[in-house]
């Protein structure tokens, strides 16, 4: 079973399965990668990549959020692709962005990418105690591809100066930055995400850039939510409700 979510974005919806939807870090990727949030964010007329696009979320908000933008989806989950790419459709989005079914892994260069957007697998390959073998375990631990295959893919694309924003756990910082400097991305600002505020964050934001120089920028944290539950006015201006 499927459902058509609104997104609240310009009019952008997506097509989901029933059961999995899109969670508030892929919005706030979207927002980081924008300069929504105080990252250094895409120039209008941007293209594109975003590795493991799934529903396509994060591409059809930068469509919104980064003016004249364009967006090369890829994911691994033919089931995702096909969805996305009837989103983009229905979107009346088609000249603006598409979306290949590919292991990131060996991926061959797309000329032309100026930025690359990505919310990977959060946990390690083996990692973790499996829940399912469907979608959502996919979608949430390294299975074909690993960080470090997110990292090389991520530096094929990109020239020198070209950036790479990604959302990821906490705890998995150390080898995010390993990985990036490994591979001659460096991490150029970090904003953390809590739950509530005065919590331990639970979700991080990340921007490196390719041949940059050493010197990483701390930004602001951002709360998701107030103590009563209710979303904070951060959150609120990043759906657009306010």
């Known amino acids: 079973m499927e459902r058509i979510d609104d997104t609240g974005l310009g009019g952008m919806r997506v097509i989901q399965k029933e059961g999995i939807g899109y969670g508030v870090d892929a919005i706030l990727l979207a927002a980081f990668a924008a300069g929504e949030t105080g990252a250094k964010g895409l120039r209008e007329g941007s293209s594109i990549l975003d590795l493991g696009s799934g529903s396509g979320i994060i591409g059809f908000a930068l469509l919104h959020k980064v003016k004249g933008s364009s967006v090369v989806g890829v994911d691994v989950r033919e089931g995702a692709v096909d969805r996305a790419g009837r989103a ?37 390959k083996e990692g ?20 470090t295959d997110f990292v090389e893919t991520s530096v094929r694309m990109l020239d020198n100066g070209g950036s790479l924003y990604m959302v990821h756990r906490p705890d998995r910082l150390v080898d995010i930055f390993t990985e990036l400097r490994a591979h001659g991305m460096e991490p150029k600002e970090l904003q953390l995400v809590t739950p509530h505020p005065g919590e331990a964050a639970n979700i ?12 990483l920028k701390l930004l602001p944290d951002i709360a998701v939510h107030k103590a009563n539950g209710e979303y904070t006015d951060m959150i609120e201006r990043i759906y657009e409700r306010k």
Not at 204 to 215: D, F, M, T, W, Y
Request: charged share 25%; with cysteine; net charge negative.
């Open 88 to 124: 983009a459709e229905l979107n009346g989005v088609m000249d603006r962005i598409h979306f290949i079914c590919a292991d990131c892994k060996g991926l061959e260069k797309i000329e032309g990418i100026d930025a690359v957007v990505s919310n990977p697998p959060y946990f390690r």
């Open 128 to 147: 973790a105690i499996p829940s399912t073998t469907g979608d959502k375990y996919l979608a949430r631990h390294e299975t074909s591809a690993t960080l």
């Open 204 to 215: 991080a934001l990340i921007h490196a850039v390719r041949g940059a120089g050493s010197e």
